[in-house]
């Protein structure tokens, strides 16, 4: 079936580092989405990426969808403590199934050290 | 808004046992769904649904029931409860259209002895 593995599994900052984390999809999807994950909390819906080789930012986080709808990244510029969670994309397989039937990634943790 | 409200917040169960996790949200979204969590596979789609009356399933269905009677409720049934189970489940619901989900619950935190 559908996989989608994200790298790295955790990663360890000093508050002020920059972070990125990298998804891929093993078929083509429709669009990604990202989550953050609060430890102990429940996912929130932070951004959906839709066209080929998209990049959006909102503030110091940059997103980007690969060029072949397969790959994904998400580059958080100088992490606070606030930036301490777990992000996960997903997004709905490319083969005109529901759009609501997402796929989530396998996640990366982040921790942030002041 | 509530939002989306999920209980029990946590629950013990014997194997075997079965039991209803609850979900209702307020928000008259259309589209309304169940993950379960667990520990380095993300979340994983169990039930969705895309309206009263109509539901799918998802990833991982076996061993879980579900309905949609009204907009609101989408509830989550255990036949028989197994130790493989043992996972956080999170109700989500989204606008029809919208393609992601706008609203978690704040999980139920399961586990079958």
């Known amino acids: 079936g559908q996989q989608v593995m994200q790298i790295p599994q955790y990663q360890h900052v000093q508050e002020g580092e920059d972070f990125t984390t990298y998804c891929n999809s093993s078929?083509?999807?429709?669009?990604i989405q990202w989550y953050k994950q609060r430890p102990g909390g429940h996912p929130v819906f932070l951004i959906q990426?839709?066209?080929?080789?998209e990049v959006k930012k909102q503030k110091r986080l940059t997103f980007q969808f690969g060029e072949a709808k397969k790959n994904s990244s998400l580059h958080i510029t100088a992490t606070q403590t606030t930036d301490v969670g777990t992000y996960f994309c997903?997004?709905?397989?490319?083969?005109?199934?529901?759009?609501?039937?997402?796929?989530f990634g396998t996640g990366t943790l982040l921790a942030v050290q002041p | 808004n509530a939002g989306v409200t999920q209980t029990p917040k946590f629950q013990v169960l014997k194997t075997g046992q079965s039991m209803t996790l609850q979900c209702a949200q307020d928000?008259?979204?259309?589209?309304m769904s169940w993950y379960r969590q667990d520990p380095g596979m993300g979340l994983r789609l169990i039930h969705y649904s895309v309206g009263a009356g109509i539901t799918d399933q998802g990833e991982v269905p076996n061993g879980y029931n579900v309905s949609r009677s009204t907009t609101e409720d989408f509830p989550l049934r255990l036949l028989s409860a197994a130790p493989s189970q043992t996972s956080v489940y999170f109700c989500a619901s989204s606008p029809k259209g919208q393609g992601f989900v706008r609203a978690f619950g704040n999980g139920t935190r399961l586990t079958v002895t």
């Open positions: 997903a997004g709905p397989p490319y083969y005109g199934g529901a759009t609501n039937k997402l796929i």
């Open positions: 928000m008259n979204h259309e589209y």
């Open positions: 990426l839709v066209k080929s080789g």
């Open positions: 078929t083509t999807l429709s669009n």
